[in-house]
């Protein structure tokens, strides 16, 4: 007889449980991004990365905001954020600025821009005057 487990059971491992927040590297819920988003009806399905995706997007610009509001108040000599250095980050940052206003931010130099139609050009008059 050998001392090892009975032929009929298996041996489970145990996975370990970790939130889809941990598992994308972000410090933004994930699943309350996901609750959020079906609660409000924006749509019947929703892909896994999409949610991944805006929580890191809502990591980033809280980030970016609480980053130049914090040198604000040092560069005012305060040790608390208030509301007015939130304001005056984000009337700073271009970037976030058109991102609060409801525009889409656009990055300088990645894509080319679509060329406009122009009007159609007087053409050059030939001369026939050349001599050689």
């Not at 896994?48 to 809280?62: F, K, N």
């Not at 939130?86 to 679509?114: C, D, E, I, N, T």
Request: proline share 6%; with cysteine; aromatic share 4%.
């Amino acid at each position: 007889c050998s001392g090892g487990l009975p032929k009929g059971s298996e041996v489970k491992a145990k996975k370990s449980h970790s939130s889809r927040s941990s598992r994308a590297g972000l410090l933004f819920p994930v699943s309350r991004v996901d609750r959020q988003l079906r609660r409000g009806h924006f749509a019947e399905r929703f892909g896994a990365r999409a949610l991944i995706y805006l929580a890191a997007v809502l990591q980033w610009v809280t980030h970016k905001t609480m980053d130049m509001a914090g040198k604000i108040s040092k560069r005012s000599k305060q040790q608390c954020i208030s509301p007015s250095h939130l304001q005056m980050a984000v009337q700073k940052s271009s970037v976030l600025k058109q991102l609060l206003q409801g525009g889409v931010p656009r990055r300088s130099g990645r894509a080319v821009p679509p060329s406009k139609p122009v009007a159609s050009l007087p053409k050059k008059k030939t001369t026939k005057s050349k001599k050689r």
